[in-house]
């Protein structure tokens, strides 16, 4: 204890009351409980105190240099300072902002001035303005705004807070040598990385893509990282996992939601990861680690991010660390494949470490203490979960190929009392006690001790996995087998995908990147098989989501979209309506009274025929759910288990009563809204059962038109008269009710309140209403004039192009979740990427490609992230569309959640069928291509079957037809090729003039 005091007779006085152990004693007890009572009050977190103390010490410290030195140096400052009416008096922190992205970095040096003030530190706060760009005026106004609702403390105090506009002061009046104390106060501070040396495409100074291993490769370290976790997802129809360029994996088998093995810790700020690897140098007891969130903060890491694994590399310990992350090509296995190399001069002995944290369930509150442990041969564990009601059989196992030296199941015994990733316990022991108690936390580790000569290097490769109790000791035999991780390797680490998919040659190679890795593996891996992103654990199958995903597999899994149709039709009632959600282990779903999910099953299958001409999954015989009806009074939605019932029907019949169901009429004669539509963020619109849907109305149309043809090419004439009856009808009322006089309104409420009106305050404008318009009617007066209002209203050239424009508020209209979101935030008029893309779709189409590519652009996460300082703004992953992209004022550029979104497949389908005008329907493919203005040539290679079709697009100069199209040299009537399977490859020539 420390006593301070203004005079020796002061310190004294203070000090007579410590003289008894009791006062003493309480006052260290309650230091703690004070410290955080003050914090509280000042709204601050305890290691923003301590940074802003240190912060302090450094200021006040610097202001005790004295000398001629001293003098030198402050004297150009005090001059520039006096004519900013500064004193210089008092020591002074300078705070450099250059844009909009440093606004929190802001709101946290008030936060320490407010800090300073209530601790009488006097310290005077600079915030230097260094930018100069197109919002400029913008962000000044909102430093001065932070700065007034500051002032008044300010005002009080010994201290203050000075704006500075740099573009306002001269050059000399400030020192060349700028020496700034605190440069920014944020979590992330990005240093510059070192050029790039590697050849990496489309480098941001954090990351680039390396063609040779077909990876994105990320480089943490030196004070630079990625400002949210950037993930990876590798799964397959078994397991995967997902990892993030900090270090932080989970593993799950079956259902990533339900049945997670090991624990995620997906929040941006934890230090924690269920999975870990350390490495130990047995002489010196220095450890390592290949990943950044357990290794050393000062460490250099580089993580490569592949199609079918994950690799970490640092150096450390004198030696190269390398840690693969891939899953087995059949078994349900997770292989994590530790390769050390020597790259000393003497011989060394290392201890590897592997870490895993057991869930084996959903939550951890509900499993942690119901685990028990058999351990098998070579220290293999076989860990079984007490305490389930689903995936009873199963049985989680982990070890080492070849067998552990050491093993432990506590997490305690391995992390220590406090838990901490970077320091374990267990690597400052001599080893693991071999325990395999249930009691406390469950973790399995191991050790594997492993000697190397000077440049030798040895392969230790450790694995999870799950397997049912009768098939164990088979499973545990094979992957106890070297070869068969190798193998597994060498396959995960190949560059060929897993299906035969188009190839593309574009202009723009960031989206012909896109097109040819990234864009397919997101669907893929993360909408088909995963369900999930880094922000999002989901497990469950989305009605109308996973459909959507199949309109791009068409052209690289077929098969997967004719067995995914009928596992959606097996979740439809017998009423017509079908689970919004289902999760396919158990079939918990959810029944709601959304007015749209059922009506994507026959406008998905109808594509489907178009397509493949495969019509006998019409004929397929496929059960109904049944189960309790929603209210919309009481019960809007119903969630549970759901049973099929006694009563099948061919495919074909689902798609009638999914239509029937959806044949819906309000007081303007358009369709009912129901809880929400597409957007189920305006579930406050129609929630009394009578406010209409206009985009609803065009969806329902453009299904009744192709089931009109459907049903009568069945004989079902009566049927395709009545459709085509209701589609007419649905037109007659969108004309009377629905045209604004320049765009297509959105919706009436229950109260027969417009939404999506010129006359709005809010939510003048819905860019989906006007696509689909264009889709359904194609090109007319109104629909062009929709198009054109909707470029402008969302202010499509400035390159961001929000869903609907202004943001929605309830203070004006309580539309739903979207008035609960802050403005520019997620539905309430983000860039929506997939309405977005709708939107590109539908200016391609008009023939207004220049428009349609600026929506492209906008969507393109490696062209979002292209420089450090975009990078740093956007946040997201460069590789991975991001289903939004924030507006202002709230996060302006910032990407929502990434990877879990449809908007990647829909991506890939505005390229291929809208931008490059693919249309394949059975063996015929025809083109109606729709270049930007700046494209003048591009390629694409379509294979059908065994044959491997390739296609050259190119403008012409010459004056002739406006498209001619050439196989193999001949000129091909109707545009229009034929599709022969065969062992022989094609050439075809689509020649068109610049329109």
Not at 372 to 388: A, E, I, K, P
Not at 392 to 419: K, N
Not at 527 to 540: E, K, S, T
Not at 919 to 934: A, C
């Amino acid at each position: 204890m420390v006593i301070t005091g203004t005079s020796k007779e002061d310190v004294l006085g203070r000090l007579k009351k410590y003289r008894d152990y009791g006062v003493v004693r309480s006052t260290a007890e309650n230091a703690e409980h004070e410290s955080g009572k003050y914090l509280s009050t000042l709204g601050l977190s305890a290691p923003q105190a301590d940074t802003y103390s240190t912060l302090a010490s450094l200021a006040l410290s610097r202001s005790l240099k004295c000398g001629k030195d001293a003098y030198r140096e402050s004297r150009p400052w005090t001059l520039a300072f006096w004519k900013m009416s500064i004193s210089g008096k008092r020591p002074i922190i300078l705070l450099s902002v250059t844009g909009v992205t440093d606004l929190p970095m802001v709101r946290q040096i008030l936060s320490c001035h407010e800090y300073f003030v209530s601790k009488r530190i006097e310290v005077d706060i600079i915030i230097f303005n260094t930018h100069s760009g197109g919002y400029l005026k913008t962000f000044e106004d909102e430093i001065d705004f932070l700065l007034y609702m500051h002032r008044s403390h300010a005002e009080q105090s010994g201290c203050n807070v000075f704006h500075v506009h740099a573009d306002r002061t001269r050059p000399q009046r400030f020192p060349s040598n700028l020496d700034v104390t605190m440069k920014k106060v944020s979590e992330v501070q990005p240093q510059e990385l070192p050029e790039n040396q590697e050849g990496l495409q489309f480098w941001n100074g954090i990351g680039g893509y390396d063609e040779k291993s077909a990876t994105y490769v990320v480089h943490s370290g030196g004070g630079v990282r990625p400002p949210s976790p950037w993930s990876n997802i590798i799964a397959n129809e078994h397991i995967g996992f997902l990892a993030t360029d900090r270090g932080m994996s989970f593993t799950w088998a079956q259902n990533s939601y339900d049945n997670k093995l090991t624990t995620p810790y997906n929040d941006p700020l934890s230090e924690f990861s269920g999975e870990a690897f350390y490495v130990r140098d047995d002489e010196t007891g220095l450890s390592a680690s290949p990943l950044p969130l357990s290794g050393r903060k000062d460490g250099n890491y580089k993580i490569s991010f592949g199609e079918s694994y994950c690799m970490y590399r640092t150096q450390a310990l004198d030696a190269s660390i390398e840690l693969t992350m891939y899953i087995d090509e059949v078994e349900p296995v997770k292989y994590y494949r530790v390769a050390i190399t020597n790259n000393g001069k003497k011989e060394k002995n290392f201890s590897l470490f592997g870490y895993f944290e057991l869930l084996m369930g959903s939550m951890p509150s509900e499993t942690k203490k119901h685990f028990s442990f058999d351990l098998d041969t070579g220290n293999t564990l076989l860990v079984t979960q007490n305490y389930r009601h689903q995936f009873l059989e199963s049985r989680t196992l982990l070890g080492v190929v070849g067998g552990a030296d050491e093993v432990s199941s506590s997490r305690e015994e391995f992390l220590g009392r406090h838990g901490v990733m970077s320091e374990p316990a267990a690597l400052k022991r001599k080893g693991l006690s071999g325990t395999t108690v249930p009691e406390g936390e469950p973790a399995a580790s191991f050790r594997k001790k492993i000697t190397l000569s000077a440049g030798e290097s040895k392969v230790v490769t450790f694995f999870l996995g799950e397997t049912n109790a009768s098939d164990t000791h088979r499973l545990m035999q094979k992957v106890s087998a070297a070869e068969n991780a190798e193998t597994n390797f060498l396959f995960a680490t190949k560059l060929e995908g897993e299906f035969l998919q188009p190839r593309f040659g574009l202009p723009d190679k960031s989206l012909e990147l896109l097109m040819n890795r990234f864009l397919p593996h997101q669907t893929v891996a993360s909408r088909v098989h995963a369900r999930l992103g880094f922000y999002q654990i989901g497990g469950a199958y989305g009605y109308r989501d996973q459909l959507q995903d199949g309109l791009s597999m068409l052209w690289y899994d077929p098969k997967w979209v004719r067995a995914h149709l009928l596992v959606a039709a097996a979740h439809q009632f017998r009423e017509g309506d079908v689970l919004s959600w289902w999760q396919p282990h158990n079939n918990i779903g959810a029944r709601t009274r959304l007015s749209d999910p059922q009506l994507w099953l026959p406008h998905v299958v109808l594509r489907y025929l178009r397509f493949t001409g495969d019509s006998s999954v019409l004929d397929e015989i496929i059960p109904y759910l049944v189960g309790d009806i929603p209210d919309k009074a009481d019960r809007p939605s119903v969630v549970g288990a759901f049973g099929s019932s006694d009563e099948t029907s061919s495919l074909y019949e689902h798609l009638v009563r999914a239509v029937e169901h959806s044949l819906t009429f309000g007081p303007h004669g358009l369709p009912l809204m129901g809880i929400a539509d597409w957007n189920d963020g305006m579930n406050r619109v129609g929630v009394e059962g009578v406010g209409e849907s206009v985009w609803l109305a065009w969806f329902t149309i453009s299904v009744l038109d192709d089931m009109s043809a459907l049903t009568e090419e069945r004989g079902d004439q009566s049927r395709a008269a009545r459709y085509r009856l209701h589609a007419k009808e649905y037109r007659e009322a969108i004309e009377k009710y629905a045209w604004d006089g320049r765009w297509y309104r959105r919706a009436f409420t229950d109260t027969g309140a417009l939404v999506g009106t010129s006359s709005a305050k809010a939510y003048r404008i819905d860019s989906v209403v006007q696509s689909w318009a264009y889709f359904v009617n194609g090109s007319t007066k109104e629909t062009r004039e929709a198009l054109r209002s909707a470029k402008e209203e969302l202010s499509v050239y400035e390159g961001h192009i929000p869903l609907a424009w202004p943001p929605s508020s309830r203070a004006i209209h309580d539309l739903g979740t979207i008035s609960d979101y802050p403005p520019g935030v997620r539905e309430n008029s983000s860039q929506y990427n997939h309405a977005a893309l709708w939107l590109a779709q539908a200016l391609f189409a008009s023939g207004d490609a220049d428009s349609a590519k600026i929506i492209i652009d906008a969507v393109n996460p490696f062209l979002q992230s292209s420089t450090k300082e975009k990078a740093m703004c956007y946040r997201g992953e460069p590789y991975a569309v991001a289903a939004e992209i924030y507006s202002a004022p709230t996060y302006p550029g910032r990407a929502g959640w990434t990877w879990y979104t449809a908007s990647a497949g829909l991506l890939y389908l505005t390229v291929l069928e809208y931008l490059l005008g693919l249309r394949r329907e059975g063996d015929s493919l025809s083109f109606n291509p729709s270049f930007p203005s700046d494209w003048n040539d591009a390629t694409v290679q379509v294979p059908f079957g065994k044959a491997l079709y390739n296609i050259k697009f190119e403008i012409c100069s010459e004056q002739g037809e406006s498209m001619c199209v050439t196989l193999d040299g001949v000129k091909v009537e109707g545009n229009a090729v034929r599709l022969i399977d065969g062992e022989k490859n094609h050439e075809i020539v689509v020649s068109m003039l610049r329109v």
